[in-house]
T-cell receptor
Framework: GDSVTQMEGPVTLSEEAFLTINCTYTATGYPSLFWYVQYPGEGLQLLLKATKADDKGSNKGFEATYRKETTSFHLEKGSVQVSDSAVYFCALSDFTSYDKVIFGPGTSLSVIP | DADVTQTPRNRITKTGKRIMLECSQTKGHDRMYWYRQDPGLGLRLIYYSFDVKDINKGEISDGYSVSRQAQAKFSLSLESAIPNQTALYFC?????????FGPGTRLTVL
């Protein structure tokens, strides 16, 4: 079945460092790909998405490009802030599954001043 | 006001007790979901509903049941709680492939 794999955390970075969180997926169809973020004590919220190959999703300085050839959707940010400390989830959804979303295990990010 | 609300936010209960977690939404979405979150496992789908008359099991439905009382309300029940149901539970709605999550209910079963 479909699945999502993420790099293990926790990840600790200094403020203004470059961030990459790796995500790869397995899917039989042509899924949409997502990054969700969970701030402490809150539910998940959509950070960005891409619906087809070579699309780039971006939001709040974060970017991810849908790479069909490598089945990847890595999250990047050029300069992280303390306020980016959160858990990040890569996810996919296939139109054939009617909005059912498969989540990766999450990667915890801590940014220190 | 939050679009997706969950009650209670925290609950401690004992093994064997019946527990109901409630979810309400004001987004007008037909599709609603219940997930549980465990450290290192991400979110796993328990049940989902595409409208009031359509209820479906997710990957980990054993030990749980749900009720869709109205478009806006979707409740999750643990008929006889056990310690390995200790987790963070999230309700969500969806439209156009985007999911909208409630703040979560932290459930502890002793």
């Amino acid at each position: 079945g479909d699945s999502v794999t993420q790099m293990e955390g926790p990840v600790t970075l200094s403020e203004e460092a470059f961030l990459t969180i790796n995500c790869t997926y397995t899917a039989t169809g042509y899924p949409s790909l997502f990054w969700y973020v969970q701030y402490p004590g809150e539910g998940l919220q959509l950070l960005l998405k891409a619906t087809k190959a070579d699309d780039k999703g971006s939001n709040k300085g974060f970017e991810a490009t849908y790479r069909k050839e490598t089945t990847s959707f890595h999250l990047e940010k050029g300069s992280v802030q303390v306020s980016d400390s959160a858990v990040y989830f890569c996810a996919l959804s296939d139109f054939t599954s009617y909005d059912k979303v498969i989540f990766g295990p999450g990667t915890s990010l801590s940014v220190i001043p | 006001d939050a679009d997706v609300t969950q009650t209670p936010r925290n609950r401690i209960t004992k093994t064997g007790k019946r527990i109901m977690l409630e979810c309400s939404q004001t987004k007008g979405h037909d599709r609603m979901y219940w997930y549980r979150q465990d450290p290192g496992l991400g979110l796993r789908l328990i049940y989902y509903s595409f409208d009031v008359k359509d209820i479906n099991k997710g990957e980990i439905s054993d030990g749980y049941s749900v009720s869709r009382q109205a478009q806006a309300k979707f409740s999750l029940s643990l008929e006889s709680a056990i310690p390995n149901q200790t987790a963070l539970y999230f309700c969500a709605t969806s439209a156009y492939n985007e999911q909208f999550f409630g703040p979560g209910t932290r459930l502890t079963v002793l």
